[in-house]
């Protein structure tokens, strides 16, 4: 394979800044940054002043859709035990490991429990063994804190992260949306939000005792944040993560019973989308994740409460997320350290940042193009999107996994 | 929405009286169209209480009439039925087990089917929230919300306050206290939508854990005693609370219910001295209501809303046909 030349870009470094130049890539590895001689016998590839940025490590999708995940930039995702048989076993962790390649590369994260029932521990080591890069509750939230306990500490042992769906079960059982106002007009069953700091006091506990790796996929309230932050100034060993959807929506998108907008966890009131935004600029949250979770008609044109919970979310996790740049609330590299960075590393994934000898997962990203998000013209397995026929900014060129490009 | 109440009570010069095509809820009715259609009512609480031949009208000869109910009811399906059938449609009840049709696509196969079958007008109950709302969208023909799940039921919004205008005279400067399980209730939320766009002042009394978080918003005071929340009232709505709540779930036993929320005779008299007592059917006798209280023919409008709700639901059929039907004004 011949060497790949980009040039005449920006590069986005999540460790560092922001410069023009462009990169070099050989035998599947970057080669060189910023200005270098270019090889007689390279590939080149005119950047015309767009981003050159690490490939996205999506943290925590539902499903391997590798149309929506090359449209959005995704070079690595981490897949959800979640799936049908749950990822339980050292095998099925092992076939999914293998489901990307070449393409897109799919991490499994190990089901917690056996079946994720969040009673019995499951074969965690040999999991880990087979290619799992973390451990997970779930959808659900593991009920047992004695349960909870032991999976932290056993964790641990094998320096393994924990990822935690913080939503108390008996308050959110039943409940399809935030109480508030718009449940109420709506008559939809309604959990109060303080379900998710009750579930994150707990987790946080447990792993200040253990000593634990714990990551929250999602988290989506004031409450759980200031938890977050407070943790995180003791010394705990303690990331979280938060989703576009709860960074730009509130509970009021749901409108009138838009099943697209149903979502685990439900849309928030408006001063706790505030706090999801504050705290992305603040620096508590780690991450930036899509929970890509696509969703045919089957599944969605239903009674609301009946629909399944979950929007489609990779193809548009970077063009949403960059309105944040736009907005003010983080820079360019900061942005790439919520995407990229801080993923592969809490993972323990290589990639995620653009340095020479490392893998050369690399996208070209225009910040600016302009369209409109369309549920029926999304890439990928389905168009569940609450944000259909929102015009955005910021379009993925192209998909660069190990030095090729794909789609 | 607090700049209803400025809004006109008579329907506007040049604006059409009801422009609606579906009528899933009291949500996005202007005041004077919830007033038209009870006005439109009256004509038929004559009719009905005439002779028995004399209970008769043709408008809607030859149209079909679906009540697809998804969800167990007596009284509601008879009422739609009779509605029609005083109308002259042709009146067709499809009972639809719960477990039959329930989910998936079947609800929407459903819509399809019943579309497919040129039904001029379908009468929806369903036991899910906004599942009207979803029929409506993909049938040709108008639509009548007839309950879904919690959140709304316009008709039995309308019946009532047919109910309270009649006996009061008025509706705007009341007082209503809706009582009981409000937080399952899409008969509150119906009336609590009317009563506010009519100008009533509107408490919801109940156990904290039977009311829905932010109702206020609604334009409602939140009251948990039941005595304070009747006092002064001009009108009490009690709620019908379903047995298998009142056992531990949401309310400790239908005996400590009774003591803190069922309405009694001694009760009553905190609220006005000629109180309005109602409720929507049908009835715990004991429980959320005494029988001194529901059998008062003073006091208790109870059966009289049953018959407006057949006044009423002839006025929405009549109305929502007007245009199929290419009455002038209408087409």
Same mark, same amino acid.
């Given at each position: 394979m011949s060497p790949l030349a980009i040039l005449n870009g920006r590069l986005v470094d999540p460790a560092g800044g922001l410069t023009d130049g462009g990169l070099l890539i050989a035998n599947r590895q970057i +080669? +060189? #940054?910023? +200005?270098f001689d270019v090889p007689a016998d390279a590939e080149r590839i005119d950047a015309g002043g767009a981003l050159i940025a690490p490939g996205l490590v999506d943290m925590g999708v539902f499903a391997i859709d590798i149309p929506a995940f090359v449209a959005g930039g995704i070079t690595r995702a981490a897949l959800m035990p979640d799936q049908s048989p749950p990822l339980d076993d050292a095998a099925l962790v092992q076939r999914a490991a293998a489901a990307g390649k070449p393409n897109v590369w799919i991490h499994p994260v190990a089901a917690a429990t056996r079946g994720l029932a969040g009673t019995e521990l499951a074969e965690i080591g040999l999991m880990k063994a087979a290619g799992a890069c973390a451990v997970a509750t779930g959808r659900s939230w593991i009920a047992d804190s004695g349960v909870m306990h032991r999976l932290l500490a056993y964790a641990s042992a094998l320096d393994l992260l924990v990822i935690s769906n913080a939503e108390d079960g008996g308050l959110a059982d039943g409940a399809v949306m935030t109480e508030g106002e718009t449940a109420t007009r709506l008559g939809l069953p309604a959990a109060p939000a303080v379900a998710e700091a009750i579930a994150v006091a707990r987790d946080l506990a447990l792993a200040e005792e253990t000593g634990a790796r714990l990551h929250f996929r999602k988290l989506s309230t004031a409450r759980a944040f200031d938890l977050v932050r407070a943790a995180k100034r003791r010394g705990v060993r303690v990331t979280c993560g938060v989703d576009p959807a709860h960074l730009f929506l509130? =509970? #009021?998108?749901?409108? @009138? $019973?838009?099943? $697209?907008?149903?979502?685990s966890p439900p849309l928030r009131a408006e001063e706790d989308r505030r706090a999801t935004v504050a705290a992305v600029a603040d620096g508590t949250v780690d991450v930036l994740c899509s929970a890509h979770d696509p969703q045919g008609p089957e599944a969605k044109r239903l009674p609301f409460a009946d629909a399944a919970p979950g929007m489609a979310g990779a193809a548009t996790l970077l063009t949403l997320t960059l309105g944040l740049v736009r907005d003010g609330v983080i820079d360019l590299p900061r942005l790439f350290a919520l995407l990229s960075a801080n993923p592969a590393q809490l993972l323990g994934l290589p990639g995620g940042g653009l340095v020479i000898g490392g893998e050369a997962d690399v996208i070209l990203v225009d910040p600016d193009a302009p369209w409109r998000i369309d549920a029926d013209t999304? @890439?990928?397995?389905?168009?569940?999107? @609450? $944000? =259909?026929?929102l015009p955005v900014q910021g379009k993925v060129l192209k998909t660069i996994k190990g030095g090729q490009p794909l789609g | 929405m607090p700049d209803i109440a400025s809004r006109p009570r008579a329907t506007p010069e040049g604006v059409h009286p009801f422009p609606h095509r579906h009528l899933t809820g009291i949500q996005g009715l202007q005041p004077w169209e919830i007033l038209f259609l009870l006005d439109e009512a009256e004509q038929w609480i004559a009719l009905n209480r005439g002779s028995a031949n004399a209970r008769?009208?043709?408008?809607? *000869? &030859?149209l079909t009439q679906i009540n697809a109910f998804f969800e167990n009811s007596t009284r509601t399906l008879l009422s739609f039925e009779i509605a029609g059938k005083r109308l002259g449609a042709d009146v067709v009840n499809m009972a639809v087990a719960q477990s039959s049709v329930k989910k998936g696509e079947t609800l929407i196969d459903t819509a399809v089917t019943l579309n497919a079958m040129h039904a001029d007008v379908i009468v929806i109950r369903h036991e899910a929230s906004g599942a009207v709302d979803l029929i409506a969208d993909k049938v040709d023909c108008p639509v009548l919300n007839a309950g879904d799940g919690r959140h709304e039921h316009p008709t039995q919004a309308l019946l009532d306050a047919l109910t309270i205008r009649r006996r009061k005279g008025r509706i705007e400067g009341l007082t209503v206290a809706i009582c009981g399980d409000v937080l399952h209730s899409r008969v509150a939320r119906s009336n609590i939508l009317s009563l506010t766009a009519l100008n009533a002042e509107v408490r919801v009394v109940g156990p904290p854990t039977l009311i829905p978080a932010a109702i206020e918003r609604m334009g409602v005071s939140v009251h948990t005693d039941f005595d304070e929340g009747i006092a002064g009232a001009d009108v009490v709505m009690m709620l019908r609370l379903q047995r298998e709540r009142? *056992? &531990? *779930?949401?309310?400790?036993s239908p005996r400590e219910y009774h003591a803190l929320y069922g309405l009694t005779a001694e009760r009553l008299k905190r609220a006005a001295a000629d109180a309005l007592v109602m409720h929507p059917g049908p009835m715990n006798r004991g429980v959320e209501i005494d029988s001194a209280v529901a059998d008062d023919p003073e006091r208790s409008a109870i059966t009289e809303q049953v018959e407006m709700g057949v006044a009423v639901r002839m006025a929405c059929l009549d109305v929502l046909t007007r245009k199929r039907r290419g009455v002038e004004g209408w087409a």
């Open positions: +080669a +060189a #940054i910023g +200005a509130s =509970d #009021i998108a749901v409108g @009138p $019973f838009l099943t $697209f907008a149903r979502l999304l @890439p990928g397995a389905a168009g569940n999107t @609450p $944000f =259909d026929g | 008769h009208d043709n408008r809607l *000869a &030859g009142m *056992a &531990g *779930a949401y309310v400790p």
